[in-house]
């Protein structure tokens, strides 16, 4: 069973920064595909960044150029440095894993084809 544990969520200002951590459980492939979703104020999940054992990662339009997804397989850790804090990043931030081994790019964003998720970390920016 993987189990998902996420961290670093809190209250910043607008243009602040934040790093949030996910750790999985020792029973995590690292082949799998590791994900952070997010869920804002009009309750919809979205993608947000995601990347594959191999390194390569995948950004939602709205953050990229700000946000940076990395992991430490060792560790079984998944990591997304969020910089230039905007309100409308305020949202219930949550890590997820894929059992697939491949998809494509535009793939690794759909909330569908993630097993396992973590309860989430709340993180809440002010203008």
């Known amino acids: 069973q993987v189990r998902l544990v996420e961290s670093g969520g809190g209250s910043v200002q607008a243009g602040g920064s934040l790093r949030l951590s996910c750790a999985a459980s020792a029973y995590t492939p690292y082949k799998f595909y590791l994900g952070w979703f997010r869920r804002g104020p009009d309750n919809k999940r979205e993608g947000v960044a995601s990347m594959n054992s191999d390194g390569s990662s995948t950004y939602a339009d709205s953050v990229k150029g700000r946000f940076i997804i990395s992991r430490d397989n060792a560790k079984n850790t998944l990591y997304l440095q969020m910089s230039s804090l905007k309100p409308e990043d305020t949202a219930m931030y949550y890590c997820?894993?894929?059992?697939?081994?491949?998809?494509?790019?535009?793939?690794?964003?759909?909330?569908?084809?993630?097993?396992?998720w973590g309860h989430g970390t709340q993180v809440t920016v002010s203008s």
């Open positions: 997820a894993a894929s059992t697939l081994t491949w998809m494509p790019a535009s793939a690794t964003l759909l909330e569908a084809n993630y097993d396992y």
